[in-house]
């Protein structure tokens, strides 16, 4: 079960292997984004820009986008956190920055590729949000698999205050996770909402201290990361897909990726583990 997944998994208590030299895949220095590595399995990134309330700046985007395309390509990692620290997720999109373009310089800016890649991330993305969380920020957070949220947590779309609107799927998303009246309310006021009604809304799936909601962020991203890889890969994928597509397509699909996975050694394992009674050892393969 999970709850014993949970017990042989070590607890997060803050300290972790740093690889902000270089960064986790090798070579790349980080100026925006810190990594490490809590948990077997379990890729951190933190978005540090304290003094802009981790407003996410182009360079921010790419070196998120960078570490997910590395993370795509390293068997190692089996999930990803992502989180702004205990005080702030991200407070949206670094506006000096953005008020210098043009509609043209929005049109084909390299932040739509960033955004792309964030999305289209295919292993488990978490979460960690305290702080607030608005514009680009609440779009991190919505565009991830699971968000835990601190009880500090504030999630929004203001950006009809500056005349815009939210440009990263923040209203797309927003509808397809709480629902119109919702989506409509944060879309069309920019008024944020706290931490229990995003739990209550769907959008985040538990709410913690402050202090200890990363812990329980990289605590789910490693009971997600002991699991068979290409099922969880597909499981993300079935459920994803399941919100863009008929649902006679969508139940189609999961027939065939479910008949696929009777072809894995993970699927072999997992049910001789189960019989026999013993732990599974799941090779991703």
């Known amino acids: 079960s999970d709850s014993a997944a949970r017990q042989r998994l070590p607890r997060y208590n803050g300290a972790m292997t740093s690889n902000d030299a270089t960064g986790a895949a090798g070579g790349r220095v980080h100026e925006d984004v810190r990594v490490a590595r809590p948990a077997e399995g379990v890729l951190l990134l933190t978005i540090d820009r304290p003094a802009v309330r981790n407003a996410l700046r182009t360079r921010t985007l790419a070196e998120i986008a960078a570490e997910l395309a590395a993370a795509e390509d390293d068997p190692g990692t089996r999930a990803v956190v992502i989180t702004g620290g205990a005080e702030h997720f991200a407070a949206g999109a670094d506006v000096r920055e953005m008020s210098a373009l043009g509609a043209i310089d929005v049109l084909t800016h390299e932040r739509a590729r960033h955004w792309r890649a964030i999305g289209a991330f295919p292993k488990p993305l978490i979460a960690a949000v305290c702080g607030v969380a608005l514009g680009g920020g ?109 649902l006679t397509d969508a139940i189609e699909a999961d027939r065939q990726a479910f008949a696929l996975l009777a072809a894995s050694d993970d699927r072999r394992e997992g049910i001789a583990a189960f019989l026999e009674k013993r732990p599974p050892v799941f090779t991703g393969r």
């Open 138 to 246: 609440c779009e991190l957070a919505l565009a991830c698999d699971l968000v835990v949220a601190g009880t500090n947590a504030q999630f929004g779309q203001p950006e009809v205050n500056l005349g815009m609107i939210p440009g990263a799927g923040g209203a797309s998303r927003l509808v397809r996770t709480c629902g119109k009246a919702l989506a409509m309310q944060m879309v069309l006021t920019g008024r944020p909402i706290d931490a229990r009604t995003a739990l209550a809304a769907g959008i985040a799936v538990e709410v913690d201290e402050p202090e200890s909601a990363l812990a329980r962020a990289i605590e789910l991203a490693a009971v997600i990361a002991s699991k068979p890889p290409v099922a969880v890969r597909l499981a993300k994928e079935a459920v994803r897909r399941a919100l863009e597509v008929p």
